[in-house]
């Protein structure tokens, strides 16, 4: 390679390492290598029919892409919340069983079982919606408002919100026979791709001309650097925080229809179990400060992938689903360390002392 290839692949490749993006992204290229090398099978997809007979693709690739998809949806508006508030919303599974309980009780009415619907599906969408965003309006007023920590704040509804959701539905477990419920979940007729898949990018598009054209990220962003400071800018802290938890509520929801749509019912107990501990981890691997200030959105649903991504290595490295967790926390651990501002401040000074050195050997 000549040398001012070289120079420029280098100058890149470190500028590239000083971007936010760089270890959700590296830590994505290491899992598509190790498969490659175990087995290229791995990335193979198939399209063949489902129990209807319409055409769907299968495969690993479309398993992550599909089960990560609400995943992806929550860690934008963890995302904020982080940045905004510098603590995470915990009782984002517990608020999924709700909204869930929420759409079911809607279509199912008094009913434990129906194959007709007795409400539009938007309208049970919708509904479930407000639902979730009073709840992320609650949450939101008892940290910008009364100042509460907000892993604490969060706390009651972790604590509670399953039961909610059990008293919504009398502790009943509707079933949802209606096929049309399940097109939001599994695939439209005629579609191969997995329905979550769009759901997710519809989010993902929403978000990036939201804060292209407001000054939402702008505000966020101060108001999680310096709150005193934004507020002597004319801007009000306590309203931009309680904006993000709303706005989590509303992501909330979203990711709630899917679960619900998926299996066209609900377990209070278990549905979204610990998935605001993933949503935490995906913000933490796109190297976003959990004590607030600057985010990136991209990042946070990049690490999402990559958490759905190391799930599904495991699986197919047939690790015990008991210890998957272990095995997971390793992994996750050592890539939340490797994206911690400090440990990327000292790579960037030994780079930095490194770098002159390789340029002085090869002028000589």
Known sequence: MPKTIKNKFVRGLSGLA??????????????????????????????GTNSAGY?????????????????????????????????????????????????????????????????????????????????????????????IQPMVATLILFTAGRSIAAWINNNRLPIVSDATFGYFGNFIPGCPIPTPVFIAAACMIV?????????????????????????????NPAFIKFLTYVILG???????????SRNATINYSVVAKDIEMDAILAVALGGNALSGGKFSISSSVIGAYVIQFLTTTL???????????????????????????????????????IAPKKAVKEAN
């Not at 939340?336 to 790579?347: D, F, G, H, N, T």
Request: aromatic letters at 8%; a positive charge; glycine letters at 6%.
């Open 55 to 147: 055409p769907v693709l299968s495969g690993n690739v479309v398993t992550i892409l599909n089960n990560a998809s609400e995943l992806a949806i929550l860690a934008i508006g963890m995302t904020l919340v982080t940045a905004a508030s510098g603590g995470q919303d915990i009782s984002v599974g517990a608020t999924i069983a709700i909204s869930g309980s929420v759409v079911l009780r809607v279509l199912c009415g008094t009913s434990t079982q129906v194959t007709t619907l007795q409400a539009p599906i938007i309208v049970a969408f919708l509904i479930s919606c407000v639902v979730s965003m009073f709840f992320g309006a609650f949450n939101g007023v008892l940290v910008a408002k009364f100042k």
């Open 250 to 260: 509303l992501c909330v929801a979203v990711a709630a229809f899917i679960k619900v």
């Open 315 to 353: 699986y197919s490295f047939r690790v015990q689903s008991d210890a998957l967790s272990a095995y997971k926390a390793v992994v996750v651990i050592i890539l939340v360390v490797l994206s911690a501002p400090i440990v990327r401040e000292k790579l960037s000074e030994v780079w930095k002392k």
């Open 18 to 47: 000083h971007k936010q993006i760089f270890i959700p992204f590296v830590a994505l290229m290491l899992l598509v290598i190790i498969n490659l090398i175990a087995d290229p099978s791995f990335f193979s997809i198939t399209l």
């Open 207 to 235: 978000i990036a001309l939201v804060l292209k054209f407001t000054n939402l990220g702008l505000y966020v962003q101060s108001v999680g650097i310096n709150a005193q400071s934004s507020r002597l800018n004319g801007i």
